[in-house]
């Protein structure tokens, strides 16, 4: 549910690929739904999801009492389906740090009280799981993502409930008990810096008998989730592409585009927006002289730079970037001010929807197919309907996706979880509940082997991403 990619979806198929391939056994995979209001993120979907059973617009809309909504994809009224694993994203926007907002009332308790679109999208996602409910088929495994300020208590009430705290509460009242991770990309081996709270909720019902204190299933994740973390870091550079590739000639393009709009727009221009530059010119002198001068040589080579603002060319000189090109590959994100970005080596700062990353060796923006690469999705660069895409595009549904490798670990842990209670259950002679679990062989490897994080988030290179709905079946 409304991310736009739905990254999940591809984590999903291709774990239960493999767990078919290493225990033998044949699984099932279904891709049953997405939600996204956004037509063109929509046709996104379509393009690189083309198994998903139904594509709907309002996530509202599925909690319907007639039962139905309209399927954007089969333009046809449908009954809503059931799933078995609900992978939901809502807005961060509210509840993030880089939001000056963020700090009052109304945004720390947005949850609570249904506000803004942070809380108006998460109480539609609720209002679904009540209607599976209703139809007693409610998601075993609901995962959720959001960024660190769903962690952060009121403004006047430090002790207060935090909107994480709510989403607990919200949930358990639904019968699922919440667990949350701070994770990052960079503990699976992904150059990226992307600080989230992961959330996985797990039926309750599957708990009980088995586990003495519901609390006892968070000591018990944390510890699975300990078993899969600090893989070694891949290098930045694997991610990105080549001068020769499609995407790069279709960045240069742009850059031609952008650069012959600006020259028009500056002789058209009115004497009011001429004294405007002009003052702007003025606040340019606070520049290194010797630093404009490298600047200027290098824009004949690298025409990017010459359409930076007098903003972005003042904060990459104060921040240090000190050559055009460099010789070791640094970024910074000159969307932000000083304040709220630094120069990093080697990796990359958080994937926003609208981040301008400048590659200092490169002398260039990352890419939309870069950030969408560093998120877990690598598209086929040759696919004409991918090729139409402008780079905003990409950029956005890479900044709103759920990240890969953060996923696939959640999905594990919670899927190893499931697979200790069915083991619990089965040995005090109880009848088994859960639909989900994960065969023998892979239990036991599992309990076993510490090296298991090698074989289930290796490679990493797979299409995909995030608000997914998914459910498999076994023979």
């Known amino acids: 549910m409304c991310s736009g990619t739905d990254i999940p979806a591809a984590v ?123 139809r007693r088929s409610p998601p075993e495994v609901l995962i959720f993502e959001n960024v660190l300020g769903l962690k952060n208590p009121p403004r006047d009430d430090p002790n207060g409930p935090s909107n994480l705290d709510i989403v607990g509460l919200m949930l ?46 968070s000591e018990i994740l944390a510890e699975l989730m300990s078993r899969i973390t600090g893989f070694p870091e891949s290098k930045l550079v694997k991610y990105l592409v080549n001068s020769r590739s499609r995407a790069h000639i279709k960045f240069l393009e742009t850059v031609a585009a952008r650069r012959q709009l600006q020259k028009k727009r500056y002789a058209a221009a009115s004497v009011k927006q001429q004294v405007g530059r002009t003052i702007e010119k003025k606040r340019d002198i606070a520049v290194q002289k010797k630093w404009k001068t490298a600047f200027k040589a290098a824009v004949k080579k690298y025409p990017y730079l010459d359409t930076l603002t007098t903003r972005k060319r003042a904060l990459m000189c104060t921040i240090g970037v000190s050559a055009f090109p460099e010789k070791q590959i640094r970024v910074v994100d000159i969307s932000q001010n000083k304040a709220r970005t630094n120069l990093v080596s080697g990796y990359a700062p958080c994937i926003t929807p609208k981040g301008e990353k400048y590659l200092t060796d490169r002398c260039r923006p990352l890419l939309g197919v870069e950030a969408l690469r560093l998120q877990g999705m690598w ?27 953060c996923f696939a670990a959640v999905l594990w842990c919670t899927l190893v979880f499931y697979a200790k209670m069915h083991h619990r259950r089965t040995a005090a002679g109880m009848q088994p509940r859960t639909p989900i679990y994960l065969p023998d062989p892979m239990l036991e490897k599992c309990e076993d082997d510490d090296d298991v994080r090698t074989e289930v988030l290796g490679g990493g290179h797979d299409q995909g991403n995030s608000s997914v709905v998914s459910q498999h079946k076994t023979d």
């Open 172 to 217: 358990s009242g639904l019968g699922y008990r919440l667990h949350a991770w701070h994770l990052s990309p960079r503990m699976f081996g992904v150059p990226q810096c992307r600080q989230r709270v992961w959330m996985t909720a797990i039926r309750t019902s599957n708990m009980e008998g088995v586990l003495a204190d519901f609390s006892e299933s």
């Open 379 to 405: 598209l086929e660069l040759g696919n004409p309907k991918i090729h139409d895409m402008s780079d905003s595009l990409l950029r956005d549904l890479a900044g709103n996706a759920f990240e890969q490798s």
């Open 12 to 134: 999903c198929e291709q774990w239960w690929l493999w767990a078919g391939q290493w225990t033998g056994q044949d699984f099932e995979y279904k891709h049953r739904f997405s939600s996204e209001l956004d037509a063109k993120k929509r046709a996104f979907i379509n393009v690189m999801h083309p198994n998903v059973g139904h594509i709907f617009g309002n996530v509202k809309d599925l909690s319907h009492r007639s039962g139905e909504a309209w399927d954007l994809k089969r333009r046809d009224l449908v009954r809503v389906p059931v799933c078995r694993i609900l992978a939901a994203g809502f807005p961060c926007l509210d509840v993030s740090g880089l939001n000056p907002h963020s700090r009052t009332l109304r945004n720390r308790q947005c949850i609570s009280q249904v506000a803004l679109r942070t809380g108006g999208v998460f109480s539609g996602i609720v209002e679904y799981i009540k209607a599976m409910i209703c």
